[in-house]
């Protein structure tokens, strides 16, 4: 699987011993440098468990070991509204 701009990922010690923690991690390119046979480096962002980037990283993974990975948002808070009661 080569992955596309805006893919999220789930990287884990199956694409590099590295990531022994699995971290979520959206892709902004794929490098056309060439690597060893079934890798590649990557561009983007590692991301928190609500989906937003934490930093900014460069990743050299076996593209065998990626899985896609998936981020759950909190659900949207909704405004309450409070009448305005018209007095003069």
């Known amino acids: ?21 699995p ?11 060439q690597t060893y046979d079934g ?6 962002y590692q991301l928190n468990g609500t989906g937003d980037a934490v ?6 993974v076996q593209l065998q070991g990626l899985q896609p990975g998936f981020v759950t948002r909190p659900a949207a808070r909704t405004a309450s509204r409070v009448p305005v009661s018209a007095s003069a």
């Open 55 to 60: 930093e900014r990283r460069s990743i050299f």
């Open 23 to 33: 971290m979520l991690f959206r892709v902004i390119r794929v490098h056309d440098w």
């Open 1 to 21: 699987m080569l992955p596309k701009t805006g893919d999220v990922l789930r990287v884990t010690k199956a694409a590099s011993v590295q990531f022994v923690q």
């Open 39 to 44: 890798w590649a480096w990557l561009d983007g």
